[in-house]
């Protein structure tokens, strides 16, 4: 069965600093991946995704992901935090019959001045 | 286009009593999943709807019902409320139902139960 572990419930970083949140997966089949970033009292809005093809992932806001199959991996970086970066990333797949996000407990970013 | 949008945005209800939530699709959508979000058990999936045909259902119990119109607009209901329903319901939606494409949030109804 699909899952996913995203390492760290909190990370805080400072302004200008390089952001790094972790995500592990484990699928069964060739995994479909996704971030999400989500602000405080609003939805879930889409950083980017990994379906086929190039490895690396670039998204929205300067963030990026790079799909690591031997690692199980899909972290998200972003070289300089902005103030703005502030909130709840999410990493997920999609369920084995593809109709469902599975998702992780979510990573709470803080950026210091 | 106009993103996903849900109603209401705030709702407070009492055990024992029931409640509807609305979600309506992007326009050309035709797949509306729902989710529900809490502090303990984080985002967990709740059904799928695919042209008015349930597709996937999450693990919970039969309390919690949707449906999904001709329009593609769906309503998720929950009778006999607890307390441990009290939680974000956020509805997505997306284009076609390939595994690869993008659902695209609502910004969620918060459902208080006292």
């Known amino acids: 069965a699909q899952s996913v572990t995203q390492l760290g419930s909190h990370v805080s970083v400072s302004e200008g600093a390089l952001v790094l949140l972790r995500c592990n997966y484990s699928s069964s089949v060739p995994p479909y991946l996704f971030w999400y970033v989500q602000y405080p009292n609003q939805g879930l809005q889409l950083l980017l995704k990994y379906t086929t093809g190039a490895t690396l992932v670039k998204g929205i806001n300067g963030f990026e992901a790079e799909f690591k199959k031997s690692e199980t991996s899909f972290h998200l970086t972003k070289p300089s935090a902005h103030m703005s970066d502030a909130a709840e990333y999410f990493c997920a797949v999609k369920n084995q019959a593809g109709t469902a996000l599975i998702f992780g407990k979510g990573t709470t970013l803080s950026v210091s001045s | ?114």
């Not at chain 2, 979600?23 to 050309?28: F, L, R, V």
């Open chain 2, 1 to 114: 286009k106009a993103g996903v949008t849900q109603t209401p945005r705030y709702l407070i209800k009492t055990r024992g009593q029931q409640v509807t939530l609305s979600c309506s699709p992007i326009s050309g959508h035709r797949s509306v999943s729902w989710y529900q979000q809490t502090p303990g058990q984080g985002l967990q999936f709740l059904f799928e709807y695919f042209s008015e045909t349930q597709r996937n259902k999450g693990n919970f119990p039969g309390r919690f019902s949707g449906r999904q119109f001709s329009n593609s607009r769906s309503e998720m209901n929950v009778s006999t409320l607890e307390l441990g329903d009290s939680a974000l319901y956020l509805c997505a939606s997306r284009e076609s139902s390939g595994p690869e494409e993008t659902q695209y949030f609502g910004p969620g109804t918060r459902l208080l139960v006292l």
